[in-house]
């Protein structure tokens, strides 16, 4: 018996609702504090749970090849809403089960949210769990209007004064993203009169080539704004860096890589001819957004906004193989969607490890400046090792997640050979980063006597539930770099010698990158560019840049 695609989103949406009934009795004064607490607890084990329960069942048709297809609304096709469990859902789900298990378990440790907050995390977590399933394009963009104005709320929680500015910022860019995305529904309505994906995909060649053209850039711009790849960034690095631990976890976990899911299953509606052309536009989108990420992010002295531009890095990485999966064919295409996907996984693990393990540290120190904070170690804990894992993760240490994806990403870029070079580049950038960083926990004297005030008041870096979800995450990095190369072919070379020796080069360089950042005049620069800040309406305008570029390229491709 096959899964059906809805459960998981009416599982979430049930312990969103409790959360609802909890908050009004709260305020009734119905039940005490420690009741509510207990029903929290209580809802999140049972989400755990049923989840996993249903998606191990699930797992068992869709690897023997058998998709769980569900048609909503009593209707057949294409009028019905078509939701779907294939190998790419399931991944995605899983995902989203683990990290946000992880950011509730974290978010409950800490006893400081209420019934509210995980309302609207469990919203959020129904959300993308409808964008990854859905295989409808009105019903994608309800549920990227849930995901908005739930992210948007969970920012803001705080409500100090950034949190609500950052939040709105990102309700704005998400609000023009998702008004592209409905130009190209419309476009592919109006010609077709479907909104099934798979009825539309048998139906594009009804749209001429300049509505095939605007159609494709509509979307893509309206789905690459969500995954905060650069120039449709300028949501991202306020949002990530200002929210709370847990919601910082969810946005870079899982929040930027559910669009994924709908570049794949958008990609299968048009012609061959004119995917191939969009995989050639991507390609410098994701390599600029990698080289402008971790270049942006070595200017950082916070450091959750030092983590939150590498969540743009990352996604230059994916991207960069996506387009590869559409452009070529064979082996390099395969190599760029395993690629594309590994890598999103092995991201979203070690990136909400990392805002976790960071967080907890910078609130143990009572600062996040990373020029100030020194001998963390003893203080966060447990927490430091945490950390360790996720910065070898994303800098590619050999055994780690991040260094087995990168491999997949190397393997199919490898004949573009100016991408492959820019890519090491990134990869040394990346190290350096995590270099600069990691000195928080290690004693040392600070490397800037200008910084000398704190930012907020120290307190203890427990949180015993936290710590044991984030070591489950912490052993998922490990194993998704120690075993894939045991069962995929395309990783059998990965601990050779000249792939190790690459790698650390790519480390050795890292390291002479982070001693130039530390310089006098790196540090001058870096003070520079982080005092030339860009407001909401220059990112809006690098938006409408970036649409006319893809736009433009694709029309003229033809």
């Known amino acids: 018996m096959s899964l059906n695609p809805l459960l998981p989103i009416l599982i979430s949406l049930m312990c969103g609702g409790l959360m609802l009934l909890l908050k009004s009795f ?65 991944v995605a789900l899983i995902l989203i089960l683990i990290v946000g298990g992880t950011s509730l378990i974290f978010a409950c440790g800490e006893k400081s949210y209420g019934p509210d907050f995980f309302f609207f995390v469990w919203f959020l977590l129904a959300a993308c769990q409808g964008v990854v399933v859905s295989r409808d394009l009105f019903t994608l963009f309800v549920f990227f209007e849930i995901l908005a104005i739930s992210a948007y709320i969970l920012i803001a929680y705080k409500q100090k004064p950034r949190a609500v500015l950052a939040g709105f910022r990102y309700l704005l860019i998400a609000s023009v993203s998702i008004a592209f995305y409905l130009v190209g529904v419309f476009i592919i309505y109006r010609a077709t009169g479907a909104l099934s994906i798979t009825t539309v995909s048998s139906l594009t060649e009804k749209l001429s080539r300049e509505e095939t053209a605007l159609a494709i850039s509509a979307l893509t711009v309206g789905i690459v704004t969500r995954m905060a790849v650069f120039p449709f960034h300028g949501w991202l690095p306020d949002a990530h860096s200002i929210a709370a631990h847990p919601v910082s976890a969810l946005l870079s976990g899982i929040v930027i890589k559910a669009p994924l899911v709908v570049l794949f299953r958008i990609s299968t509606m048009f012609p061959a001819t004119t995917v191939q052309l969009l995989g050639r536009v991507l390609l410098p989108f994701g390599l600029l957004s990698a080289l402008a990420g971790v270049f942006l992010a070595l200017q950082q002295k916070d450091a959750k906004r030092l983590l939150a531009y590498h969540s743009i890095s990352q996604m230059g990485y994916i991207v960069s193989a996506f387009s590869i999966y559409l ?41 996040r400046n990373v020029y100030l904070i020194r001998g963390l170690g003893k203080k966060a804990g447990f927490w430091t090792p945490l950390f360790l894992v996720g910065a070898f993760s994303i800098s590619g240490v050999p055994l780690f997640n991040g260094y087995t994806s990168k ?6 870029l490898h004949l573009n050979y100016p991408a492959y070079i820019l890519l090491l580049l990134v990869s040394a950038g990346t190290a350096a980063s995590f270099f600069k960083i990691g000195r928080i926990f290690f004693p040392g004297r600070n490397s800037d006597p200008a910084e000398t005030e704190l930012s907020g008041t120290p307190r203890a870096a427990g949180n015993l539930p936290g710590l044991i979800a984030s070591s489950l995450t912490a052993v998922l990095c490990l194993a998704l770099g120690t075993l894939p190369p045991f069962f995929f072919a395309s990783l059998e070379s990965a601990f050779t010698l000249q792939p190790l020796l690459k790698q650390l080069g790519t480390l050795s360089a890292g390291f002479l990158i982070y001693l130039l ?10 003070h520079r560019i982080r005092a030339a800040a860009a407001g909401t309406d220059f990112f809006l305008g690098l938006m409408l840049a970036g649409f006319l570029v893809i736009w433009g390229s694709l029309s003229l491709g033809f």
Do not use: Y
């Open 26 to 90: 709260k305020a009734l004064g119905i039940v005490s504090e420690r009741t509510i607490r207990f029903l929290e607890i209580s809802a999140i084990a049972m989400w755990l749970l049923s989840s996993a329960i249903i998606l191990t069942a699930g797992a068992f048709p869709v690897l023997e090849g058998r998709h769980a297809v569900s048609v909503l609304g009593g209707w057949p096709q294409p009028l019905g809403i078509e939701l779907i469990l294939d190998p790419v859902a399931l």
């Open 327 to 367: 452009s070529e064919s064979g082996s390099l295409a395969i190599a760029g969607a395993f690629g594309a996907l590994f890598h999103a996984v092995n991201h979203a693990l070690f990136k909400s490890l990392l805002f976790l393990s960071v967080g907890a540290g910078c609130d143990a120190a009572g600062s």
């Open 407 to 412: 491999i997949l990403i190397s393997e199919a």
């Open 517 to 526: 950042v530390l310089t006098p005049a790196g540090k001058n620069a870096a």
